[in-house]
Each structure stands twice: as C-alpha cells, then as structure tokens.
C-alpha cells in the first residue's frame, strides 16, 4: 500500500520559514516524477513546484527566489523548503508522486499525501 505522509507545516509569521516533508512507503521513488501542490481555501489546488524523473524543474513564479525543492532518494523523502514566507502563502500544502504505470510522469493520476496546513500571518 502506498503512503505519503507531509509533516512540516504549521504557523509562522511573515518573513518566517518551514520545511516540508513528504516521506514515501510502498511506490518507486527516485526516477519518478514528485513534487508539492496547496490548495487555499476556495480556491483550485495549484502546483507550486515539481521535480520530474530526470531532474527538471517546474515552479510556480509566485514562489521563485523563495522556495526551493529536493529530495532524498535513501530516505524516500520530498521536501520543500519555504523562505521569506507571505500571507498569501497560507494554504494546505500536498505532495504527489507519479505512478509508475504512468512512466513515473506527473499527471491527473498520481498518488497524493493528506496535506499539511501552512499559515502565515502579518
């Protein structure tokens, strides 16, 4: 069975940082395609970065200078780190992982994490 389990989130105020996790059991990792998604309320989710299976990045431009993403391939492990963090950054923040049946490509079909809250405050 597969799981992705984000930790990291929380409340910060404006300026402040957090680092996501998103730890992976039971699908491939490295070579496939991963990265984070937020959703704020009443809004669509919306990609914020993404890493595919050989290395390229994809990113939201509302978070470039700020955010950066990596991971590690030992310990099945994605994480975001967000700096110089803005109000407009508070959403529930989620991890995907692309299938293998999918070529380890991101796409509709992927698997998802539970999310975890980041909110930031002025």
């Known amino acids: 069975q597969v799981h992705l389990v984000e930790s990291g989130g929380g409340s910060v105020q404006a300026g402040g940082s957090l680092r996501l996790s998103c730890e992976v059991s039971?699908?491939?990792?490295?070579?496939?395609?991963k990265g984070w998604w937020r959703q704020r309320p009443g809004e669509e989710r919306e990609l914020v970065y993404t890493i595919s299976g050989l290395g390229g990045i994809t990113y939201s431009p509302s978070v470039k200078g700020r955010f950066t993403i990596s991971e590690d391939n030992e310990r099945n492990t994605l994480y975001l780190q967000m700096n110089n963090l803005k109000t407009e950054d508070t959403a529930i923040y989620y991890c995907?992982?692309?299938?293998?049946?999918?070529?380890?490509?991101?796409?509709?079909?992927?698997?998802w994490g539970q999310g975890t809250q980041v909110t930031v405050s002025s």
């Open positions: 995907a992982l692309a299938k293998r049946e999918w070529s380890c490509r991101l796409g509709r079909d992927n698997y």
């Open positions: 039971g699908a491939a990792f490295s070579n496939c395609g």
